[in-house]
């Protein structure tokens, strides 16, 4: 059923109109539950979402959002001496909080973004911040096992706040985002899950809302599997992120199946004939590295991160010429990453689509109640349609 599926918004911003068209046409077809951040893109994924909503029933869907991270201007404001209770400064520019008067403004200013009176579910996200930075620190293990119980003072605390949260209104439930829940209970990043529910009833009785956890999990990675079974068992939801993106053999793998542009000759002689030295040269470069990408995810962040603000911003191209290089540069991306992803499937021995495969594997768990897919463009919301076709 489509309702097991989630609209993943990482990396989504109301800035691009293709988010926004993804997005409208996954609610126009079924997909009726939204998971996002304050720190998706500093904010913009949230606004993204009132956008899209704007003209539809907001009862009809279900959104999810966390809180934790400290970025943006509130991150220089507190580089700069701004005081945040509980501030964990993991780097310079990793700053975290789930203190409840942090997680208080944060669902104040998500309600804004996402202009709408109640979050369905509030997430505290990737809490672990704090034993994180203290075993980079280098502890003994009687150290760590102090600073572990502190990390569970800290989340039994955020609680307190959040069931606060849903008598005003504000939200309707509320849970647990972590990376950690997916580690071996033996790896000193493992965070304990097991005294949860207690906490909850012991805030709020029987009727607390502490209702979902969320955790990484694919078709390789199933550490987190005992951490789902005993949320299922205990009556919460389980959320799975990263579902097509996996660790496996120290490297990363995307788990999906990508077309071959038809045209792609075609759009590669146009912008051959783009009359501008620095942009051939960049060209050549990037023509030159087809082969060395390691993994399909490098291909977007190369061609995002580094590609297109260096045409924009640095070669001074003619805008005439913005709309045939963001064409070819679409082509250029899916026909690496089909490259890529047929020989992972090759060297894996799978024969059906192995994004297919990969949410299979999630639906046959009974464990699992949401897969969250990242479906920034209209071409991957089709695809999470056409395989629930299948």
Known sequence: MLSKYSFGTYRTTYQNPLHKEALAFALDNGITHIDTS?????GEAEILIAQVLEN????DFTIVTKGGYIQGELLKQAQNGYEIDELVKYDQDCYHSISQSFIDQEIHNSLKRLNTDYIDVYLLHNPEYYLMKEIKAGMSEEQILHHHEIMQVR???AFALLEQKVKEGKIKAYGISSNSFSK????????EYKHLVAYAKELAGENHNFKVIQLP???FEHDG???AKWAHENGLEVHVNRPLNAIYKDNMLRLASYNEC???DTLLSQVREIPNDAFQEALEQLLGIENEY??????DDIIEYQVIPYIVNTIQLDPIYFKLVDNFLDAYKNNVKSKISKKVSEDLGIKEPIDFAALKFLEEQEFVTRILVGMRDKRYVQKVLGYKNK
């Open 38 to 42: 304050s720190n998706y893109m500093h």
């Open 262 to 264: 038809i045209n792609y």
């Open 155 to 157: 989340i039994k605390k």
């Open 217 to 219: 999990m694919n078709m």
């Open 294 to 299: 390691r993994w399909a995810g490098d291909v």
């Open 225 to 227: 599997i005992n951490a």
């Open 184 to 191: 071996k209970r033996s790896d000193i990043h493992f965070l």
């Open 56 to 59: 539809r029933k907001r009862e």
